[in-house]
């Protein structure tokens, strides 16, 4: 049973538009969300996280959006740039803590010059 | 910036053999994950150390145990292994776990089991 979803498997944007990934949950204990960003052959890079307690973080061109309501979070890039290019994991943890990372299956985006 | 490191970073090993994993956190983390990710997987949690004491396991395979040592360290040792084993295997590493603090992962051990 996927308690993180990301329905998206790959998205493809041209570059200087926004690009935006979504992502939904089901565990309405989640209350920590992070983005991760993969390379082939790298590890998951942290890209930007939300508690539940926000509605948005915003750090330079990446911005997340969560909508507790909906158990629904969003990823907007903008604008986006080729080096962009990589799956992004959304995932979620029950708080007090990182432990036990849940991981969407990721969505690839492609930032087409 | 000092980052997680891994090792090694592909492996090969034959089924019923065994392997051990490395990985070394960053400077100042106390809590150390393993993840692995199967191929179109997202990955899934294993186990974790929080000063060197086990705490939380996930999916991980009674074949498979860990330790976090007194430099922080971390080592997964898997045995009989068998070829759904072959997976990358992630660790990562945060600097506080009772409080919101992202997880920093290595770039991965390539397990293949053949």
């Known amino acids: 049973d996927q308690q993180v979803k990301q329905n998206s498997p790959s998205l493809s944007v041209q570059e200087g538009r926004i690009s935006i990934l979504n992502c939904d949950y089901t565990?309405?204990?989640?209350?920590?969300f992070l983005w991760y960003k993969k390379y082939p052959a790298e590890g998951p890079t942290f890209l930007i996280s939300?508690?539940?307690?926000?509605d948005k973080n915003e750090d330079g061109r990446f911005t997340v959006f969560l909508n507790k309501s909906a158990k629904h979070l969003s990823l907007h890039i903008v604008p986006s740039q080729p080096g962009d290019s990589a799956v992004y994991f959304c995932a979620a943890t029950p708080g007090g803590g990182s432990e036990k990372l849940v991981f969407g299956k990721g969505t690839k985006l492609t930032v087409n010059p | 910036a000092a980052g997680v490191i891994q090792s090694p970073r592909h492996l090969i090993k034959e089924k019923r053999e065994t392997a051990t994993l490395k990985c070394y956190p960053i400077p100042r983390h106390d809590t150390v994950y393993w993840y692995q990710q199967g191929p179109g997987q997202d990955p899934q949690f294993l186990i974790s150390f929080y000063e060197k004491m086990q705490s939380d396991k996930g999916s991980i395979p009674d074949r498979f145990s860990a330790q976090q040592f007194s430099d922080y360290h971390s080592e997964l040792n898997m045995s009989s292994l068998e070829l759904g084993d072959s997976a990358l295997y992630f660790c990562?590493?945060?600097?506080?776990?009772?409080?919101?603090?992202?997880?920093?992962f290595g770039n991965g051990t390539r397990l293949t089991v053949t």
């Open positions: 990562a590493s945060s600097e506080d776990r009772g409080g919101d603090s992202p997880l920093h």
């Open positions: 565990n309405s204990m989640f209350d920590y």
């Open positions: 939300i508690s539940s307690i926000k």
